[in-house]
């Protein structure tokens, strides 16, 4: 009786360049959230006052962060 293996390694081709695509997402991700903290932390540092010249209410404040992510 022979043995025969059935047993084929996965192809790895194409995994460097889905692993460089992931790392890429991962990378523009990362900056985006970065971004959209630093907007809201700056802004949350503003008065009022200042918030009122520029047209912002605090409420509004977390939402035109993440607007201003999606604009850069």
Known sequence: MSY???Y???PVAGL????R?????FRA???????K???FRE?????DRDLADIGV???????????AVALR
């Open 4 to 6: 025969t293996s059935t």
């Open 8 to 10: 084929t390694a996965a």
């Open 16 to 19: 460097m360049p889905k692993l």
């Open 21 to 25: 695509q992931s790392l890429d997402a």
């Open 29 to 35: 991700y990362s900056a985006d959230q970065r971004a």
């Open 37 to 39: 903290r630093q907007t």
């Open 43 to 47: 802004l949350s540092a503003m008065n």
């Open 57 to 67: 209410a605090r409420g509004e404040i977390r939402h035109i962060a993440s607007q």
